[in-house]
C-alpha cells in the first residue's frame, strides 16, 4: 500500500529507487511537447522522487546524428548520473560510428533505435549492425521503438543475433500488439518490454507481469512527450505488491543497466 | 481528494483486451480504488450509434450503483433520428440527465450552426455541458464549433499529448471550451495549462474503460500545482458545471 499512499498523499516517491528507462530531450517535430530540455525534467524528477532517466535527443533521431548525441552528451555531463544517456545511430550516414560516447565515461549506457521516423528502417537493418555489436560486446541495453507487431518482430531478430545485448520493447508490451511482444519475451530471455506508453487501459501493466513475469518489466515513462507521474501513478495503483512495483520502478532497470 | 468523473463509458467493447476493467461491476471496482466519488457515463451502444436505445441501455445499467450518473449521446434531429430539442430537454429531465456527448464525425454530421442550432440552442438554453473526443472535432474544426456556439459549455476530452497547438488558440478564443484531463498528457502539461489558462477550465475524467483512472487521478494528485486547483480540477469545475443546468 505504500505506493497507492504516496499518489493519495501527494508525495515524491522518495526510498525507492526509480530508474525511467525510456526518455527524451528535445523539441519534438509535429507534437508539442512540455518542457523539454535537462533542467526541466531534472526538476520534475526531483519532484517525483526519480532517481535516473536514459534519453536520447529526438531531433537527433530524425536528422543530425552525432549534433543529438553530443547534446545528449552534454546534458548527461551537466546531470551526471541523472540524466543517462542512449546513443542514437543514424543508418543513413555511412560515418556514423556512436562508439565514440562509450569511449569514456560520458553518462551513456545504451543504444536506442527509432527504425520509423528513420526512413521506415527495419530495426534490425544491416545498417545498424555497428551499434548492436558494440552493445553486444559491452553488454548494453538497447531500447527500440518498437510499436507495431514488425517492429516487435524486427528487435527480436536482433536480440537472436546478438545474444549478449539486451532488448527493450519500448511501448510494445502495452500496445495492441502486447500479444506479439509477450511471445517474443518468452523466447528470447535478452528481451524486456517498458512501461512508456499513456493509451494503456488499467489492467495492462498486472496482465503483462502476469504474462512475462515482474523480472521482465521496466519503467519507462516516454518523458518529455508524457509526463512522468501518468505511467507511476498506473504502476504506484496497480494490483501488485509494493516489492514488485519496486522491481518495475527500477530494480530491474538497475540491474539490466548495471548501476 | 475526492474526484467526480466527468466522462467515461459503460457497456461490451468491440475488442476488449484481456485484464481490461470494462464490466460496470469493474469500474466501480476501480472508482473505489481511485477515489471516484461519482462517475458520468454514456453507453457504447448510444456511442456506435444506436443512440436512443444505447441511452436506454445506459438507464438500465446505471440502475446498478448510485455513483453512477447519466452522460446522454445525441445528435441533430434530422430525419427524425434523434429527439427534438423540447422531447429531449423533457427526457433528460425525467431522467435526470445533465450532460450530454456529442460526435460530430463518428455519427456522420456537420457540426455547424445550419446543422446542429437546434440540439445547440437548447444546450446552450438549459446550459447543459457538452462533451466531445478531441478526434470528433480535430484542428480547425475545434475552433469552428466552440465560436459557433458561444453559450454551450463545451468539454473536449481524449486529448493525449501533441494537441496544445490546436488547443491552445482556441482556448484563447473561446472562454467556452474546458478540457478533459484524462489522457492530457503532456509533460508539465496541468501545471502550465493553469499557468496559461487556469484551472478553472480543467476538468476530470478518465475515459474508461480505454483510458487509465490510476493514470488520471495521479495526474492531479502528483501534479505541481496548488490543492485549491486541485480540487478544481477533480470535482469543483465539475461541480459548477452542473450547478448551472437548468432543465
Known amino acids: 500500500m505504500r505506493y497507492e499512499n504516496l499518489v493519495y498523499e501527494q508525495k515524491p516517491f522518495d526510498g525507492v529507487y526509480v530508474l525511467d528507462v525510456h526518455g527524451h530531450i528535445g523539441f519534438e517535430q509535429g507534437s508539442q511537447l512540455g518542457p523539454h ?67 569514456e565515461d560520458r553518462g551513456f549506457v545504451g543504444i536506442k533505435i527509432h527504425g520509423n521516423i528513420q526512413g521506415e528502417t527495419p530495426e534490425n537493418d544491416p545498417r545498424y549492425a555497428h551499434a548492436f555489436e558494440l552493445a553486444n560486446k559491452r553488454k548494453l541495453p538497447v531500447l527500440f521503438h518498437a510499436w507495431m507487431p514488425y517492429e516487435i518482430d524486427r528487435a527480436a531478430d536482433v536480440a537472436r543475433q546478438y545474444p549478449d545485448l539486451k532488448v527493450i520493447i519500448g511501448h510494445g508490451g502495452l500496445t495492441f500488439a502486447r500479444e506479439h511482444a509477450v511471445a517474443v519475451c518468452k523466447k528470447y530471455d535478452n528481451v524486456y518490454c517498458d512501461t512508456a506508453i499513456s493509451s494503456a487501459p488499467d489492467g495492462s501493466i498486472e496482465w503483462l507481469v502476469d504474462k512475462i513475469g515482474i523480472d521482465r518489466v521496466l519503467y519507462g515513462s516516454d518523458m518529455t512527450f508524457f509526463d512522468c507521474i501518468h505511467t507511476m501513478g498506473k504502476i504506484a495503483l496497480a494490483k501488485l505488491t509494493d516489492e514488485e512495483k519496486e522491481k518495475i520502478f527500477g530494480l530491474n532497470a538497475k540491474s539490466l543497466f548495471g548501476l | 481528494m475526492r474526484f467526480i468523473d466527468a466522462s467515461c463509458r459503460l457497456g461490451m467493447p468491440a475488442a476488449p483486451g484481456e485484464g481490461m476493467p470494462w464490466k460496470t461491476e469493474e469500474i466501480l471496482e476501480l472508482m473505489d480504488r481511485c477515489h471516484i466519488e461519482q462517475a458520468f457515463a454514456y453507453h457504447i451502444v448510444a456511442r456506435d450509434g444506436e443512440v436512443e436505445d444505447g441511452n436506454g441501455l445506459l438507464m438500465e445499467e446505471i440502475k446498478k450503483d448510485s455513483r453512477l450518473q447519466p452522460q446522454w449521446c445525441a445528435m441533430p434531429a434530422t430525419f427524425r433520428e434523434f429527439l427534438h430539442a423540447d422531447a429531449l430537454g423533457d427526457a433528460m429531465k425525467k431522467n435526470g440527465v445533465k450532460t450530454l456527448r456529442i460526435a460530430p464525425k463518428g455519427f456522420a454530421h456537420s457540426a455547424m450552426p445550419y446543422a446542429m442550432k437546434e440540439l445547440m440552442d437548447f444546450a446552450a438554453q438549459s446550459r447543459v455541458p457538452v462533451f466531445f473526443d478531441y478526434g470528433e472535432a480535430v484542428g480547425d474544426a475545434l475552433y469552428d464549433l466552440c465560436s459557433a456556439y458561444p453559450d454551450v459549455k463545451f468539454v473536449v476530452t481524449n486529448t493525449a499529448y501533441a494537441l496544445n497547438r490546436f488547443l491552445g488558440p482556441v482556448l484563447d478564443a473561446c472562454p467556452n471550451l474546458y478540457v478533459g484531463t484524462g489522457n492530457y498528457v503532456p509533460h508539465q502539461g496541468l501545471e502550465t495549462f493553469c499557468r496559461y489558462y487556469s484551472a478553472d477550465r480543467l476538468i476530470f475524467n478518465t475515459n474508461l474503460p480505454f483510458g487509465s483512472a490510476t493514470a488520471a487521478v495521479s495526474l492531479v494528485c502528483l501534479a505541481n500545482i496548488s490543492k485549491e486547483e486541485k480540487e478544481k480540477i477533480a470535482c469543483g469545475n465539475m461541480e459548477r458545471l452542473l450547478s448551472e443546468v437548468r432543465l
Open chain 1, 37 to 103: 530540455d535537462g533542467k526541466s525534467i531534472v526538476h520534475t524528477m526531483d519532484r517525483m522522487g526519480v532517481d535516473a532517466v536514459c534519453v536520447s535527443y529526438s531531433p537527433g533521431l530524425r536528422g543530425d546524428w552525432k549534433r543529438g548525441n553530443d547534446i545528449t552528451a552534454q546534458v548527461c555531463g551537466a546531470y551526471r548520473g541523472r540524466v543517462l544517456g542512449y546513443a542514437a545511430p543514424n543508418p543513413f550516414h555511412k560515418d556514423c560510428d556512436v562508439s565514440e560516447y562509450f569511449a
